[in-house]
């Protein structure tokens, strides 16, 4: 159907509550390289808030638009509007690596603008409702990020014209930067609980590293591919409205008219059948108790009778689809409606005494002049509608609220439409429980207060609804702060040595449980090579990408620089040395896989041999395929909609394949 709206796509993917997250967001792009551009592209396209992009330029860092309407003039951030395009700006040579900076003009007229203006320009161009702006630094290695976040925080950039427009949340990229930059930026992001994906193109490698917001990225929308129909046909007592229904219809035995039979929902069938099965089994559960809980299938055995009931009910059931869908569904008889465990696991991280401490503004935050709260202000919405989630678990024996949805089956008109009732108003009524003790817990906020505003406020209708759809789905993905992961894999680095004052340990109660994990994880990850040839396992492509960092660590230039034969095989030897520690600082060292792939010196130094051939080389397709991947899982971060992968992707542009790792 032909349509006006320009998101209508993407409305289908993520919402009006996706595309109004997206709108109230502000993508820091450092570094303005081809893979940053393409990550921001891919924001702009569907309607990112506003964009700031930052690079450094000696030459025109105090002449970084000629149009200026900055806002945001604190603590040495200027951020500028996005100057107008000019011809100079769509002349690209058949060499260009980035097809949102034109190289550099040999003319320097006075008037030159820097790297992050252009990018800004070309990117603003593609979408109207973009607000795009700029920042130059003489250098992104000078940069105090942490106090660059504060301000960007407290006075983000919005034009006069569009005070409104003003982004409510922050995504920082990183961009082809090395760990002189990434790490303090890592630091800085991670202390104000700001999402940060890192962004590499070299050569024909690239990877994408996702480091959540602290203390962790909450996803009540994760939309798994696969969702079972919650109709609570294994819980017990039913409801009262699925036991009217199921009692409206007389006993299909009894039903002599064909049309008639072929029309009774599959749920009706599945409790009938029930009711049979237990009353032919071998080992009914004999009790007096009305209140018990009376026998469902368990074994196998006893599964498959339960279905030879079923078909036995049909009086030919290659004609009657219901009951061949009743077949099909018979799991949801013995299917658990129950939150599962991964459910358990997040609402065990959400501690009410935490919450409620977290959630009362203190007189400090007061006199400081500070608002903002150490946990951000979304991730303490989530906190309270999970207590409250708890809170009715505790009362309804595990279960959730229902969702209210029904799947789509054969059915008469009549009989739908009363189930389909029977379920919407059974999870009216667990939507108003659920609301009432939220209500319950933000009045006992506020008896502890003293006074004091709170950082969580009374969730909208639509929040609450979207919740109660989404328990039984709820995920939370922590990562580790990339400085801490870089220190723990090159502990020697010059680089991590100069910021030890600055990077802290990070304030995470389970790092060590997280690290531990991951190193499983990798262990597993060795087992499962690249099929057609070992070689091309991403894993390793990502250990050689690793040592050219701990090279420019160490040498202040990437390996590769000077092109004689002899330069370019020392470099290839401090490389595979590199690599070999690295592999040993993961825990690999005695993994079969990589002593034969990675260790075999033969070997681990072809690998070094062909990242130094590389010489940081940045190649536009391999930045696209980068860019688009990166984009995707910012904007799962953004809407908290989908699972974002964790914590590492790494793409073999050689193969054209790809992996997800911990390292």
């Given at each position: 159907m032909a349509t006006t709206d320009k998101y209508d796509r993407q409305l289908r993917l993520w919402g009006a509550s996706g595309q109004r997250a997206l709108g109230n967001t502000l993508v820091v792009l450092i570094g303005s390289s081809a893979c940053g551009t393409e990550t921001l592209k891919n924001l702009v396209l569907p309607g990112v808030g506003s964009i700031l992009c930052v690079d450094d330029d000696d030459a025109v860092a105090g002449n970084g638009s000629t149009n200026g309407g900055a806002n945001g003039d604190s603590a040495g951030v200027k951020a500028q509007s996005s100057p107008a395009l000019t011809d100079s700006m769509l002349k690209f040579t058949s060499h260009s690596s980035n097809f949102f900076l034109p190289p550099p003009s040999n003319q320097d007229d006075g008037n030159t603008l820097s790297n992050a203006a252009q990018a800004c320009a070309l990117l603003s161009e593609l979408n109207p409702d973009v607000h795009g702006y700029h920042h130059t630094v003489p250098s992104l290695e000078g940069v105090d990020y942490t106090s660059f976040l504060k301000t960007l925080m407290d006075n983000p950039p919005s034009s006069d014209a569009d005070a409104a427009a003003t982004p409510k949340k922050i995504l920082v990229v990183a961009a082809d930067q090395p760990s002189s930059v990434t790490l303090p930026l890592s630091h800085a992001c991670h202390s104000h609980s700001i999402p940060l994906l890192v962004v590499r193109s070299y050569g024909l490698l690239g990877c994408v590293?996702?480091?959540?917001?602290?203390?962790?990225?909450?996803?009540?929308?994760?939309?798994?591919?696969?969702?079972?129909?919650?109709?609570?046909?294994?819980?017990?007592?039913?409801?009262?409205?699925?036991?009217?229904?199921?009692?409206?219809?007389?006993?299909?035995?009894?039903?002599?008219?064909?049309?008639?039979?072929?029309?009774?929902?599959?749920?009706?069938?599945l409790l009938q059948a029930l009711e049979k099965w237990r009353g032919t089994t071998s080992a009914p559960v004999s009790n007096d108790d009305p209140a018990a809980r009376p026998r469902y299938p368990k074994s196998f055995a006893e599964k498959e009778a339960f279905r030879k009931v079923v078909?036995?009910?049909?009086?030919?059931?290659?004609?009657?689809?219901?009951?061949?869908?009743?077949?099909?569904?018979?799991?949801?008889?013995?299917?658990?409606?129950?939150?599962?465990?991964?459910?358990k696991l997040v609402l065990e991280r959400?501690?009410?005494?935490?919450?409620?401490?977290?959630?009362?503004?203190?007189?400090?935050?007061?006199?400081?002049?500070?608002?903002?709260?150490?946990?951000?202000?979304?991730?303490?919405?989530?906190?309270?509608?999970?207590?409250?989630?708890?809170?009715?678990?505790?009362?309804?024996?595990d279960y959730p609220p229902l969702e209210g949805t029904i799947p789509d089956m054969t059915s008469d008109t009549t009989r739908y439409i009363a189930l389909q009732e029977a379920y919407q108003q059974q999870a009216e009524k667990d939507r108003s429980a659920l609301t009432e003790i939220v209500k319950s817990l933000l009045d006992e906020c506020k008896q502890k207060s003293n006074g004091c505003d709170l950082h969580v406020s009374m969730p909208s209708d639509d929040e609450i609804l979207t919740f109660c759809k989404n328990a039984r789905y709820l995920r939370?993905?922590?990562?580790?702060p990339l400085y801490?992961?870089?220190?723990?894999?090159?502990?020697?680095?010059?680089?991590?040595?100069?910021?030890?004052?600055?990077l802290s340990s990070p304030d995470m109660p389970n790092f060590e449980t997280i690290q531990s994990d991951a190193r499983e994880d990798l262990l597993m990850a060795t087992m499962d090579p690249y099929e057609t040839d070992p070689v091309h396992t991403p894993m390793l492509w990502w250990i050689a990408l690793r040592a050219c960092d701990a090279f420019y660590d160490r040498h202040?230039?990437?390996?590769?620089?000077?092109?004689?034969?002899l330069a370019l095989e020392a470099d290839a030897n401090e490389v595979y040395k590199c690599m070999v520690q690295i592999a040993t600082s993961l825990g690999l060292a005695e993994c079969d896989f990589i002593k034969e792939h990675l260790l075999d010196q033969a070997k681990g130094k072809d690998l070094a041999r062909e990242v130094v051939r590389y010489d940081e080389a940045e190649i536009h397709n391999i930045a696209a395929v980068v860019g688009g991947v990166a984009s995707q899982e910012a904007v799962k971060l953004i809407?908290?909609?989908?699972?974002?992968?964790?914590?590492?992707?790494?793409?073999?542009?050689?193969?054209?394949?790809?992996?997800?790792?911990?390292?």
């Open positions: 590293r996702i480091q959540t917001a602290s203390p962790y990225h909450a996803i009540i929308e994760a939309k798994p591919s696969h969702r079972i129909p919650d109709l609570r046909l294994s819980a017990w007592p039913l409801f009262d409205g699925l036991k009217n229904v199921a009692s409206s219809v007389k006993n299909l035995d009894e039903i002599e008219d064909s049309k008639d039979h072929s029309h009774v929902p599959f749920v009706v069938i078909r036995a009910m049909a009086k030919n059931i290659s004609n009657e689809i219901n009951f061949e869908e009743a077949v099909r569904e018979a799991h949801l008889v013995w299917a658990d409606g129950r939150i599962s465990e991964d459910v959400v501690d009410e005494e935490s919450f409620i401490g977290a959630a009362i503004q203190s007189d400090m935050e007061v006199e400081g002049g500070s608002s903002s709260p150490k946990i951000p202000s979304h991730v303490l919405q989530f906190q309270l509608l999970a207590l409250a989630l708890k809170r009715f678990l505790q009362q309804n024996d939370i993905l922590e990562t580790r801490a992961e870089y220190k723990l894999q090159d502990p020697d680095s010059p680089v991590v040595s100069a910021l030890s004052q600055t202040q230039h990437y390996p590769g620089k000077h092109d004689q034969e809407t908290g909609q989908y699972v974002p992968f964790d914590d590492t992707y790494v793409y073999n542009g050689i193969a054209s394949t790809a992996g997800v790792y911990r390292f």
